[in-house]
């Protein structure tokens, strides 16, 4: 169960960061703010976060049999990843707005 826990989350942290890339690219040239949704909203990008953060809660679920450490580390690695990935993507548009 670790093994299929450790997959399902790793699997749901990559849909969901390929949701949020196709958001990124959807707002190139706007900040997405960290609080609220962005300007533009692909449809899939909505689905696709939505089965990412199932699978993640899945992965947690299931790995928490092996320690409750492994839960954290499961659940933070996405959201940590994300906010890195927003934050160097407003940084970029800040840099490029005020650059022209």
Same mark, same amino acid.
């Given at each position: /169960?670790?093994?299929?826990?450790? =997959?399902?989350?790793?699997? &749901?942290?990559?849909?969901?960061? %390929?949701?949020? #890339? /196709?958001?990124?690219?959807?707002?190139?040239?706007? $900040?997405?703010?960290?609080?609220? +949704?962005?300007?533009?909203? @692909? +449809? $899939?990008? %909505?689905?696709?976060?939505?089965?990412?953060?199932?699978?993640?809660?899945? +992965? &947690?679920?299931?790995?928490?049999?092996? &320690?409750?450490?492994?839960?954290? /580390?499961?659940?933070?690695? &996405? @959201?940590?990843?994300?906010?890195?990935?927003?934050?160097?993507?407003?940084?970029?548009?800040?840099? #490029?707005? =005020?650059?022209?």
């Amino acid at each position: /169960m670790f093994v299929f826990g450790i =997959s399902a989350a790793v699997a &749901g942290i990559v849909i969901f960061h %390929i949701a949020l #890339g /196709m958001t990124l690219c959807a707002n190139a040239t706007t $900040r997405v703010p960290l609080g609220r +949704g962005a300007q533009i909203t @692909p +449809g $899939r990008s %909505i689905a696709l976060r939505a089965v990412g953060a199932g699978l993640i809660v899945l +992965g &947690g679920a299931l790995v928490s049999t092996a &320690g409750w450490h492994w839960t954290i /580390m499961v659940v933070l690695a &996405g @959201p940590v990843a994300a906010l890195v990935a927003l934050t160097l993507h407003n940084r970029h548009v800040s840099r #490029g707005s =005020s650059s022209t």
